[in-house]
């Protein structure tokens, strides 16, 4: 469910439209359909909501070991290692250099580090901190059967119904630095005071519950949150997957696929997840709407 904020309705706006073209089927709610539809929320401010009946989660974790599994039976191999670069950016395994007619690159937020001249400048690396609130005993509003995940740009928040038990998962996203080798990842203290003001401003009936569990991890950013999908510029064996604004696993079947398809040369990349110069674009052009 989105929630388009008044003041704030420019990326909501261009969802609807979006949707529309694709025919994503969808309801729009105003403040007060959405109040009766969905209780556990307080929209004081919401102008509007979009809400996709057919809209879900995705359990990342699974997902992950079900898409190696399936890699395995079909035929693929895989194996763990640690690539490096040199200064000219070939890259090695195990101290050999890496000679295979197609080396796509998909290790996120450390692509920057590996390729600092060509990814570098297009990719900031941002710490986002992830806390999971317990819901009121006996009650089950909170629950993945009766609430839907949310996305409140207006708040700069999102999150998730519990699931399986694990508590609501709201967070507010105040971007904080992390070393990606060096940090432990454990939440930082502030943190916690923004999500309980979030909290208590969006969802009323959790207040006086406890954090239950916490996160702290990485996204990047590119600036203008598309995905990078291009060659290298001076090795033609190297494709880079990756990029956006913490949005990626979403699309991964759908990205996998395209990405397939360049780095077996079917057809080119789109312009806009080219590698070159890339500048914010404003909310209503924004592919994430960060
Ligand atoms: C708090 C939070 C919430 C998010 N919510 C959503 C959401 O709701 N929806 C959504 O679609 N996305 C979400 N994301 C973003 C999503 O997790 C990422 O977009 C996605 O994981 C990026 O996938 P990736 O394969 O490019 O990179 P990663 O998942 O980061 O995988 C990169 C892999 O490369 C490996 N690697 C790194 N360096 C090397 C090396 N030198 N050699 C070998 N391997 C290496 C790493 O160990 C890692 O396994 C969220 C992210 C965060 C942090």
């Given at each position: 469910m989105v929630l388009a904020t008044e003041g704030h309705c420019d990326w909501e706006d261009m969802t609807t439209e979006t949707f529309e073209k694709l025919g994503v089927p969808f309801h729009r709610f105003n403040q007060d359909e959405l109040s009766l539809r969905?209780?556990?929320?307080?929209?004081?401010?919401?102008?509007y909501g979009l809400y996709e009946p057919e809209a879900g989660m995705i359990m990342a974790h699974r997902s992950v070991i079900s898409a190696v599994n399936l890699f395995r039976k079909l035929g693929g191999k895989v194996a763990r290692g640690c690539v490096q670069t040199d200064a000219s950016e070939q890259v090695y395994l195990d101290g050999k250099l890496i000679t295979n007619d197609l080396i796509i690159i998909s290790?996120?937020?450390?692509m920057g580090e590996m390729f600092p001249r060509t990814i570098g400048p297009l990719s900031n690396v941002i710490g986002l901190n992830v806390l999971y609130t317990s819901t009121p005993e006996?009650?089950?509003?909170?629950?993945h059967d009766f609430m839907p995940c949310w996305i409140d740009h207006g708040h700069g928040s999102f999150g998730m119904p519990s699931v399986e038990g694990h508590g609501i998962k709201a967070m507010t996203v105040i971007p904080d630095s992390i070393d990606?080798?060096?940090?432990?990842r454990l939440i930082r203290q502030d943190t916690l005071h923004k999500t309980r003001r979030y909290i208590e401003t969006r969802?009323?009936?959790?207040?006086?519950?406890?954090?239950?569990d916490s996160k702290f991890n990485q996204i990047t950013m590119t600036p203008d949150t598309h995905f990078i999908i291009d060659w290298h510029p001076e090795h033609k064996n190297i494709l880079f997957a990756g990029g956006c604004s913490g949005h990626l696993f979403k699309h991964g079947p759908v990205f996998g696929d395209f990405v397939a398809g360049v780095g077996l040369r079917e057809y080119g990349s789109e312009a806009r997840f080219r590698l070159g110069k890339r500048t914010k674009p404003s909310p209503k052009d924004s592919p994430s709407g960060r």
């Open positions: 969905f209780p556990q929320f307080d929209m004081t401010g919401v102008k290790t996120g937020s450390w006996g009650t089950t509003q909170f629950d990606l080798d060096n940090d432990e969802l009323p009936g959790l207040v006086g519950q406890k954090v239950v």
